[in-house]
T-cell receptor, first 108, second 117 residues
């Protein structure tokens, strides 16, 4: 399975944008880039996914590099409720392998 | 909207006992996944089922088995429990998308916290 690399932790101020990076240099042509997050004491929650083009939904935006070797999850205005571990996962067969995500801390 | 239901939410067992965890997927979802998350660890994929057939297998111990029933609910059976089996067990469900069209979005349940004493 292709692997992803994310920073262990990041901090953000409330109501400011957050850019969470993910490197996936060994991505294959059929791998989709998925982002999930896990809030404290909860199960993982789907955030967004994409293949080649940038994607937007009500939760976030996903910016995918032209060579697809990296991507960035963008939270446009962080809130305290966005504090979570964010996982970037490559998925082409629907069985996701979670790596070590980024723990996002949001400061008031 | 209906979510994934897992039962029980908490379970305490002794070493060498057996445990059965249940998962009820979102209605109309045909695929179920099981994950194990140890303390301070990231979720690890165990096994998945699509239309009642095993779809993929991850790091599931031989002591564990699982199946998906005709109503699409799934059960994870764990035998000869060890202290190291203490973890959160998550079930997720999805509606399988045609290959090449997209990938599934998995919806996770709240988890079952298993404590082995």
């Amino acid at each position: 399975d292709a692997k992803t690399t994310q920073p262990n932790s990041m901090e953000s101020n409330e109501e400011e944008p957050v850019h969470l990076p993910c490197n996936h240099s060994t991505i294959s042509g059929t791998d989709y880039i998925h982002w999930y997050r896990q809030l404290p004491s909860q199960g993982p929650e789907y955030v967004i996914h994409g293949l080649t083009s940038n994607v937007n939904n009500r939760m976030a935006s996903l910016a995918i590099a032209e060579d697809r070797k990296s991507s960035t999850l963008i939270l446009h205005r962080a809130t305290l409720r966005d504090a979570a571990v964010y996982y970037c996962i490559l998925n082409d067969n629907n069985d996701m392998r979670f790596g070590a995500g980024t723990r996002l801390t949001v400061k008031p | 909207a209906a979510g994934v239901i897992q039962s029980p939410r908490h379970l305490i067992k002794e070493k060498r006992e057996t445990a059965t965890l249940k998962c009820y997927p979102i209605p109309r979802h045909d695929t179920v996944y099981w994950y194990q998350q140890g303390p301070g660890q990231d979720p690890q994929f165990l096994i998945s089922f699509y239309e009642k057939m095993q779809s993929d297998k991850g790091s599931i111990p031989d002591r564990f088995s699982a199946q998906q029933f005709s109503d699409y609910h799934s059960e994870l059976n764990m035998s000869s429990l060890e202290l190291g089996d203490s973890a959160l067990y998550f079930c997720a469900s999805s509606l399988r998308v045609a290959s090449g069209m997209d990938t599934d979005t998995q919806y996770f349940g709240p988890g079952t916290r298993l404590t082995v004493l």
